[in-house]
């Protein structure tokens, strides 16, 4: 089994920054992919950013030049650093990973149970 942790979250004023963090556990080979999606109050979750083979990036147009996603496999974390929060970024942010358990297996996909970001104007 696999655990996804993700840690970071809080309230911050417009304009500051954070690091969210997402540690997988468990039976865990390697990493595939990432992404960061979130969920503000009474919206659907969304996509935010994504990290993939090569280190190849993806972002949604409304955290572009804002956000950073970035990862560490050799330690099983993903990290997603905001800068120039603004209040329309207060959600919670959930962690997804594709994770191999051994060199044999295909990818299974996990989620996190998500840390709040709230940015206060």
């Known amino acids: 089994q696999v655990h996804l942790v993700e840690s970071g979250g809080a309230l911050v004023q417009a304009g500051g920054s954070l690091r969210l963090s997402c540690a997988a556990s468990?039976?865990?080979?390697?990493?595939?992919?990432a992404a960061w999606h979130r969920q503000a109050p009474g919206k659907q979750r969304e996509f935010v950013a994504h990290?993939?083979?090569?280190?190849?990036?993806d972002y949604a147009d409304s955290v572009k030049g804002r956000f950073t996603i970035s990862w560490d496999n050799a330690r099983n974390m993903v990290y997603l650093q905001m800068n120039n929060l603004k209040p329309e970024d207060t959600a919670v942010y959930y962690c997804?990973?594709?994770?191999?358990?051994?060199?044999?297996?295909?990818?299974?996909?996990?989620w996190g149970q998500g840390t709040r970001v709230t940015v206060s104007s």
């Open positions: 997804n990973a594709g994770v191999q358990t051994t060199r044999w297996s295909g990818v299974n996909s996990y």
């Open positions: 990290i993939g083979n090569s280190d190849i990036t």
């Open positions: 468990g039976s865990v080979f390697s990493i595939n992919v």
